[in-house]
C-alpha cells in the first residue's frame, strides 16, 4: 500500500496503524537491499526490530499468522491452540526478524536461510496491510482488547527474552514499545472519546514508561517490581474499563480470556478446560457441590477398577498433592512391571487446553474414561462400572439426580461419572499461592523470592517456557498449550534419552519427537519425582540438568531439542534462589481424607472394596 494511500485515510487510528506497518516494511526492504549487497549488520536488524516494536501489541493482536511471518520465534511451530478441540494441529511457518537475527548471530550466517526468512516477512506485512485487517481500526473494541494482550505480553514475554535473542536490546525495546503504545492511546483517544482510555490509567501508565526508563541494565530489571506494581493494576484498569464501556470482542484470540478478572493472577484468568463436562449448564452451586461430593466418593473407591483394588487416589492421592510421590512410575494394573510415564498431579489441570502430556485429549472427562478403562491402569470397562454403580444404592441415588441435570442425556451415562470426578478435583483449583498473595499486593514480599522470580525471568530463561500466571505452556492470550524437547534422560547418568516419543506418537513430525507438553510450576515442591518419566527426585536434580543445557548439553543427541544446549552459568546461590520462588508457588490446599468406609452394594462381591484402593 503506498503512501499516498495511507495519507487519504481520514481515520487517524487507521492512518496511525498503517503509517507504521509501512515504516516496518521500509525497514525490512533495507535489510533486503543489503543482504543483496552482502552488506547487512546488525544496525540494520536492530532498526528493523525498533519499527517492528512501534507496531508489535496491534499485529500480534490482529493477525498472529501474520505476525509469525514478521516475527516467528520458530522456523516451523505446530499449533495445538484450544481450537484442536474441533479440528487437528497444522503446521505453521516462522519468519521474520528473531530467526534473521540468530541465524545473523552464527559463526557462518547462512544468506538463503536470511532471504527465506525476509521474504515471510514481507509476505506477513503484505497481508497486514490487508483492508479487512486494517479497518477493524475503526472499532473501539479492537483497541481495548488488544490493549489487554499487550498488558498481559508486557508481564510474560515482552522482558524474558522470549522472542528476542539479544537481552542487551529487551529494555530498549521495551521502552520504544512502551513509549509508542502511549501515542496510540492519544490518538485512540481523540477518536473514540466516549471509550477513552482514563486518566487514571494514563497516569499509571507514565508511571511504568518512567519506571522502564530509570532501569540501567536487564541484569538488574527488577520484573517483580515490574509486574506488581505497574503492569497488575494496569491489566486490572483494562479490565474495568472493557466491563464500563460493554466492549464485546470479535477476536478468536479473546475466546479464553474472562473479562471478569480483576488481576493477572486470579484463578479465573483464562478458562481452559471444562471442569463441568456433561454438567456445563448447571450454575447452581448447592447442585454442583453435590455432584463434586459424588465425584469425591467415587475417587477414593475402587470401583472404578477392573479387580475393585485400584482407585484414582492410588495415583493422584489428595494428600500428595494428587500426584504419587513415592515412585518414579506406578505398578501396572496387572503388575507386569509399572507404568511408561509418571503420574502427574491433577491440581490446575483445567489451565491446560490438551488433555495427558503428550496431549492426545481434548478434555478432562476423556482423561477419566481413558485411565479408567486403561488395560495397564485401571483396567474397568464402563458399562461394568455402571452396572455396579448401580447396584449402590447411595450410588444409585446420586446417578439419577446427576443425570436429571442433563436434559440432553437423561438416562445414567459414564460421562455423568467422569464429570462428576473432575468437577470433584479440579475444586481446588481455586487454591492460591503465597506469590499470588505478594503479586496481588495482599502479604509483603519476601527478598529471596523476589531474587529467584526475577532469575526466572530473565538470566535462568525459565520463563520463555512456564508462563505466568499459571507457570505452565500456556501463553497470552491462553489459547494454546506448548510442547517442548529438553532431552529428558533415561536415568540420572545421562546413558540415553528417554526412549519415549511423546507428542510424535500423537501427530509425527521432525519437531515433536520427544516433545511434551509443558506442565504447571504450581505447587512443585510437593509432586516429585519430576520430568515425564520420573527421573529426577527433586528440585536440585532439575535445576542441574536445565542450567547445564538439558540433553544436549549432557552429551546427549536430540537435534530437535528447544531448550539451549548452553550453560545457562547459575551460581549455587542463584539456583536456592530460584527454587525458593518455585515452592512460594505452593498453593494452600484443602487436604481430601479417603472416606472411612465405603456404601454398601447388594453385590456381595464388592463389598471387599478398600478405601483408596490397595495399589
Known sequence: MAFTLVNERSNEVENLYLTRVVELEKALLEIDYNLAKNQLNDQHLGSARMKLKAIDPMLRYLDPVAYKLVNGPLPVEWETEVFEKWEPPYQRIGGGLTLMQIEFQEDQPDAKKIAEYLRLALKGIANLKSDSVVLTQSKPWVGHFSNRLFLLNLASIYTTGFENPNPELILPELLLTLLKQQEYYLVFNKKFPQQAFTSQYLTLYQQSIQYVASQKNYDEFNSFVWIKDFVNPLFALQQEQIRTYKLISKNLQDYSLNLEATSIFSKNLYNGLSPKGVFQPVQDTAVLNRLATFGRNLFFDPIMSGNLKRSCASCHSPAMAFTDNTVATALQFNFNGVLPRNAPSLLNASYNHLAMIDGHLISLQKQVEEVSTNPIEMGGNKELILKYLQSVDAYKKELAFAAKQTPSYPKPEFQHVASAITLFYTKHNKAVSSFDNMMNQKIAEDALVVKGFNLFMSKSQCATCHFLPIFNGVKPPYTNSEFEVLGTPDDTIYASISADSGRYNIYPSPQSLHAFRTPTLRNISKTAPYMHNG?????????????????????????????????????????????????????????DPKPASLPISSKKVLNSRKPGGEY
Do not use: C, R
Open 535 to 591: 527421573v529426577f527426585k527433586n528440585l536440585n536434580q532439575v535445576m542441574e540438568f536445565y542450567n547445564n543445557g538439558g540433553g544436549v548439553g549432557h552429551g546427549l543427541v536430540v537435534p530437535n531439542q528447544t531448550l539451549s544446549a548452553d550453560s545457562i552459568g547459575l551460581s549455587n546461590n542463584e539456583v536456592l534462589a530460584i527454587i525458593a520462588f518455585m515452592k512460594s508457588l505452593d498453593e494452600e490446599l484443602s487436604i
